[in-house]
């Protein structure tokens, strides 16, 4: 198990994690979820040992980070959110190099390299240099060099940040079967469906605090039965959002480029209510999503604030 105490972080006069406390164990995919600078990263560079907290304490299963850093990061690997490749080197020399580096050699070292290859999907781009790469084989790497070592515990720093969907699904995908081979994984992310994909367990973080913490059902249930209401339309709704905002006292209507959303305890009558105060400036659904509640709609609820405030998800 692995047992994170209070952390907290300061740069200057700003608290960049602020308390924040929780357990992974063994076979969990655990989620930290929040905007951009809610401490995301911070918390996982001192989880895995690149920077030390003000005060706090991580340790897995029972030893100390501080007191036992080889045992413990022997058993972690990171996958930071910039990649850590070097770009002349092969993708099978880069995975060698980091094997070595963690002292990995001989029979386990091509055994592991091999492994990796698989799990990345690059066999076939194994000679090819690191240079010539999309961004996306790039960050598979990336992944496959944090597991070179084949550690107990994945962590992942935003790992599908700016690539395409191909590249992001099949990331997603990995780590799901890496989780379910019996990997336990510790996931950030500030896109709230890759962590209802992925995570079973997770904690909300938000201006370094942890806002909500538990199991995914438990934490979904904080959005107090809201579900998310989004339609895509066949024209710009900006006229139609006084009218819209009329026809939905209780929900803040957000509209963008031909699309609304909104969050509302029941979604039928409001879908009616809105579709018909649309209809009186000639604008017509193409399509409507209903989500039951999510944690998107918890972040909400929870701060008032959306989750992609603070991103672009
Ligand atoms: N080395 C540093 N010096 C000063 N401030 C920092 C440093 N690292 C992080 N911060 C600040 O601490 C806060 C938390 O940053 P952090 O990178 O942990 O957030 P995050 O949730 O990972 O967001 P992002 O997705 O943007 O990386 C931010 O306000 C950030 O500006």
Redesign the pocket.
């Known amino acids: 198990m692995l047992e994170v105490r209070d952390l907290r ?1 300061t ?2 006069s ?1 608290v ?2 602020d308390g924040v406390s929780f357990t992974v164990s063994p076979g969990d995919a655990f989620g930290l979820l ?12 001192m989880v895995s040992g690149l920077i030390q907290p003000d005060s706090g304490e991580v340790l897995l299963q029972g030893h100390s980070l501080r007191a036992h850093p080889r045992f413990v990061k022997q058993r972690l690997g990171l996958v930071p ?1 910039h990649i850590a490749l070097h770009e002349r080197l092969t993708a099978e020399e880069n995975l060698r190099y980091w094997g070595q580096v963690y002292g990995v050699h001989g029979a386990r070292l091509r055994d592991n390299v091999e492994w990796c290859l698989r799990v990345a999907g690059l066999t076939d781009h194994r000679k090819q240099r690191v240079e010539r790469f999309s961004g996306g084989m790039k960050r598979r790497l990336n992944i496959a060099v944090g597991l070179i070592h084949r550690p107990e515990v994945l962590i992942m ?2 790992p599908t ?1 700016g690539i395409d969907a191909q590249s992001r699904n099949h990331i997603l995908d990995t780590v799901r079967e890496l989780n379910r081979d019996g990997m336990t994984v510790i996931y ?1 992310s ?1 896109y709230m469906q890759e962590v209802e994909y992925l995570c079973n367990r997770l904690a909300i ?1 938000d201006h ?1 605090r942890m806002i909500a913490y538990g199991a995914l059902d438990d934490v979904r249930l904080l959005a107090g039965g809201l579900s998310t209401v989004r339609m895509d339309l066949d024209g710009d709704p900006a006229p139609a959002l006084d009218a819209l905002q009329q026809a939905l006292p209780a929900e803040r209507v957000e509209a963008g480029e031909g699309r609304i959303s909104f969050h509302v305890r029941d979604p039928g009558p409001a879908v009616g209510k809105a579709v018909l105060a649309l209809s009186q400036y000639g604008i017509a659904p193409l399509r409507i999503d209903i989500e039951r509640p999510n944690l998107e709609a918890a972040f909400l609820q929870l701060t008032g604030r959306r989750l992609r405030d603070g ?1 672009d998800a």
Not at 34 to 45: C, D, E, F, L, R
Request: hydrophobic content about 25%; proline content about 4%; aromatic content about 4%.
């Open positions: 972080k740069y200057g700003h960049a994690v929040g905007p951009n600078g809610a401490g995301k990263s911070t918390t996982i560079a959110q720093d935003e940040v950030t500030h973080l370094g991103g």
